[in-house]
């Protein structure tokens, strides 16, 4: 089918975006990236519900709203006011990162594999490549210091979920589906407004300063 | 329509909270709303069946179980928030009381959500109402714990939602449901694999947020930094929401007769917490941290009763309600001792018997009722759990389980003796607070309930507890 050998295109350019991520060396780019995703994805539940419902419009439309302009509109600016430096410092090496998430990729195939499908989901790559962008949001969130860049990974971490959710996207209800990018926006939102006191506090967005508080 | 009311009751409160120009006044809603809402709430768990909105809220028996303990927690709470607020009267409450509001309102709304994905909304949405409490000191180190907090909660709760979606998609062949009872009528139809899957996710991630360990990192530092007052609500309400959410999912993994795999991790993250808890709370210098390890073990000791299954159903229930109660005589008491000193390490707090006398022994009663030594509430409970795996022959879980509780006994008690004895050392700080009605009787009340479920637990309220266990065992 026409429709879905686009979704599965659109699916493996949220891969190399993935890689990308995990290679970039500048904070803007990462964001610009994960904007781009976000759009991506919003486009998706338009390509895969079998008729088009207003429901699942409105929800493409926040999504890409959401995902694609506000957010990462939030994040520039933390960026913006912070006043940082504006290159990624990573625990691990880029290049390092890159070869982990192409493993993870790979992984999420073989697991993917394992797990069965609806007969009309089989031809699509959904399941690996949601896991494959879970596994992506978590490496940049354990590898990347600074905590713009780890909400990034957030960030990408639920975008993977969200793909997911592409499979059940006749079965959850509108109210959930606008619930959960509600929360994700209110999420980003606070998480802004405490990067902003970790800017004042710290006068660094180094999460390793981050470590008064052990035993 | 008395679930919409009684999470409408407090939503309205916090907007109306948000508007009130007065600082000294705002703190009054909170008592208000909280006698409202424990009204309604008495009314939801004492009626048969309410629902609304199609089903999608109901009171299922362990649902009514934990209203009842969420109620009656943010009650005494919110009176001791009235004498927190206006001792800590140089700071703006204008956030504090609202976000109070609707953490109660999102907890109740998980209760009551029939719904993974709704109930999954309301979790997050919990969440990020208490961020703001735990960050109302404004220090750089209740930012840290205020970023951790949020991080590894979301990220965990993130994982719980991917979870939900597996569950749902588990049921291949029939139109895929979030609907718990939907899901239950048809776990036997269900993938082994995606449940397989499911189950691990939904309990990393519930896991995160119930601070069972290794997910764990999170808790100390939150409720290190936390108002006493948020913390109690915490680890006697948040956490016990969360729990209701992998018991419900654990009660569809039995019904799917994969309950032997659902049980061994949930018997293998128990005995986990308990063994990390147990290891921190040896030489614990900060006494609010120590809670914080204390309530990490209990979760365990939950996750672990439910795992046990059948006879320690019960037990893990009760346990529930005096872990969150006792919690709250303790979170309450060392937040009072923590202002008397303004330190929570034992290494300048002694003697606070003298100088807080009431707070001072409230704290040690409340670490005997946890640790479970008669005649208190968690006693009972805990003899249950361990004399259940006893009887089932597990024999190594029930000795590993006795083992670490005496070493949590014997670690707690060297910190919490060295803060009530002794004589308060004269460089220690000298405040102004002193107990008072507000911030004592809640506490008083608090240990009262502990004292009486050990004592004596009330018919109505054990019939509740055989419902839930009942509820928890049945299959399709």
Redesign the interface.
């Known amino acids: 089918m026409l429709r879905f050998s686009i979704v599965n295109l659109l699916l493996v350019g949220i891969l190399l975006l993935n890689l990308f991520m995990l290679g970039t060396s500048r904070i803007r780019a990462l964001i610009q990236a994960a904007a781009l995703q976000g759009v991506v994805l919003g486009a998706m539940p338009l390509l895969i519900a079998d008729r088009l419902s207003s429901n699942a419009a409105l929800i493409a439309v926040a999504t890409i709203v959401l995902k694609g302009a506000l957010i990462p509109q939030m994040l520039r600016k933390a960026l913006r006011d912070a006043q940082i430096k504006r290159e990624i410092e990573p625990l691990i090496g880029f290049v390092p990162t890159m070869l982990l998430g192409a493993l993870g990729t790979l992984l999420s195939i073989a697991l993917a594999s394992g797990l069965p499908l609806e007969p009309e989901h089989s031809e699509l790559l959904i399941v690996p490549a949601s896991f494959s962008t879970v596994l992506t949001g978590f490496l940049l969130l354990t590898t990347r210091i600074k905590a713009i860049t780890q909400v990034i990974g957030y960030l990408v971490l639920e975008n993977g979920i969200f793909i997911f959710g592409m499979l059940l996207v006749e079965a959850l209800p509108f109210l959930v589906e606008i619930g959960v990018l509600l929360d994700l926006f209110v999420g980003i939102f606070v998480v802004s407004i405490i990067i902003h006191h970790i800017n004042r506090e710290f006068a660094s967005l180094d999460t390793r300063r981050l470590a008064s508080l052990k035993e | 329509m008395l679930l919409v009311a009684l999470i409408a009751l407090p939503v309205l409160a916090a907007v109306f909270a948000a508007l009130l120009p007065s600082e000294r006044r705002r703190p009054i809603v909170l008592p208000l709303a909280a006698a409202g809402h424990l009204a309604l709430a008495l009314t939801a768990v004492a009626s048969d069946d309410p629902a609304a909105f199609g089903g999608w809220l109901a009171l299922d028996p362990p649902g009514r179980l934990v209203l009842l303990l969420l109620s009656v927690l943010f009650a005494l709470c919110a009176v001791y928030a009235v004498g927190y607020l206006h001792y800590r009267g140089e700071l703006s409450n204008r956030v504090f009381v609202p976000c109070l509001l609707a953490f109660l309102a999102m907890t109740t709304l998980v209760v009551c959500a029939q ?1 993974l ?2 109930m ?2 309301a979790v ?2 919990s969440t ?1 109402a208490t ?2 409490l735990i ?1 109302f000191n404004r220090t ?2 209740s ?6 907090y ?2 590894v909660g ?2 965990g709760i ?1 994982l719980a ?2 979870g939900s ?2 569950l ?2 588990a049921s ?2 029939s ?4 609907l718990f009872g939907d899901l239950l009528a048809r776990a036997d139809r269900m ?1 082994r ?2 449940l397989h ?1 499911a189950f691990a996710l939904l309990l990393v991630g519930y896991g995160a947020k119930m601070g069972l360990a290794p997910m764990h990192s999170w808790k ?2 939150a409720y ?2 936390a108002p006493g007052v948020v913390g109690a609500l915490l680890a006697g309400g948040l956490t016990n929401c969360a729990f209701l959410a992998l018991v419900r999912v654990f009660q569809i993994c039995q019904a799917a007769g994969e309950g032997a795999y659902a049980s061994r991790l949930l018997i293998t993250f128990g005995l986990l917490s308990i063994a990390v808890a147990a290891a ?1 709370l040896v030489g614990q210098r900060d006494f609010k941290r120590m809670l914080a390890y204390s309530s990490i073990e209990h979760m365990g000791i939950l996750v672990l009763g439910i795992g046990l299954g059948a006879g320690a159903l019960f037990a893990a229930l009760l346990h529930m309600l005096n872990n969150g109660i006792a919690k709250g005589v303790l979170f309450l008491s060392a937040a009072n001792i923590h202002r008397a000193f303004d330190s929570k390490s034992i290494d300048e707090v002694r003697g606070a018997m003298r100088r807080v006398p009431l707070s001072g022994t409230l704290f040690l009663f409340g670490f005997f009722a946890i640790t479970g030594s008669p005649p208190f509430g968690p006693f009972v409970s805990e003899f249950l759990i361990v004399s259940h795996a006893f009887a089932a022959e597990r024999f190594f879980i029930a000795s590993a389980m006795l083992l670490l509780l005496l070493v949590v006994f014997v670690g707690m008690g060297r910190t919490v003796l060295a803060v009530v004895q002794g004589l308060p050392s004269p460089e220690a700080q000298r405040t102004s607070y002193r107990d008072g009605l507000l911030t004592g009787l809640p506490v008083l009340c608090a240990m009262a309930i502990v004292l009486l479920l050990g004592l004596h637990i009330p018919p109505p309220l054990e019939a509740l507890l055989r419902e839930g266990a009942a509820f928890l065992e049945q299959r399709p």
Do not use: N, Q
Not at chain 2, 143 to 148: F, L, N, P, Y
């Open positions: 719904h994905g709704l999954w909304v997050e949405a990020l961020a703001p960050y750089p180190r930012i840290e714990a205020t970023w951790k949020l991080l979301s990220v993130a939602l991917l979606f597996a749902a998609y291949i062949g139109d895929p449901s979030l993938d694999s995606w899957v100390p530092d290190g930094e921190f």
